[in-house]
């Protein structure tokens, strides 16, 4: 996480940036829909973030050792340990 707030700056600076400016590389595409201009940078970095947090979190519910988590691994644990009322 530290890494990720350290390069997220300068990413945003130096690449999403001045791709979402007036003349930029996609401020015909998706700056129709975000809008250009100043603060698009790290709008779009949160975007793309999100879209990916989302793909992630599905491509996790469909892996089958989570998916049948809980047939795996048992609600209660014993160790054969009577318990004293």
Same mark, same amino acid.
């Given at each position: %996480?530290?890494?990720?707030?350290?390069?997220?700056?300068?990413?945003?600076?130096?690449?999403?940036?001045?791709?979402?400016?007036?003349?930029?590389?996609?401020?015909?595409?998706?700056?129709?829909?975000?809008?250009?201009?100043?603060?698009?940078?790290?709008?779009?970095?949160?975007?793309?973030?999100?879209?990916?947090?989302?793909? %992630?979190?599905?491509?996790?519910?469909?892996?089958?050792?989570?998916?049948?988590?809980?047939?795996?691994?048992?609600?209660?644990?014993?160790?054969?340990?009577?318990?004293?009322?």
């Amino acid at each position: %996480m530290p890494v990720a707030y350290l390069i997220a700056g300068p990413l945003t600076d130096k690449v999403f940036t001045p791709l979402l400016n007036e003349n930029g590389a996609l401020a015909e595409s998706v700056g129709k829909v975000i809008g250009v201009g100043p603060g698009r940078g790290i709008g779009l970095l949160l975007i793309l973030l999100g879209i990916t947090t989302i793909l %992630m979190t599905f491509r996790a519910y469909f892996h089958p050792r989570l998916l049948n988590v809980d047939v795996e691994i048992p609600d209660v644990l014993t160790d054969n340990v009577t318990a004293k009322a």
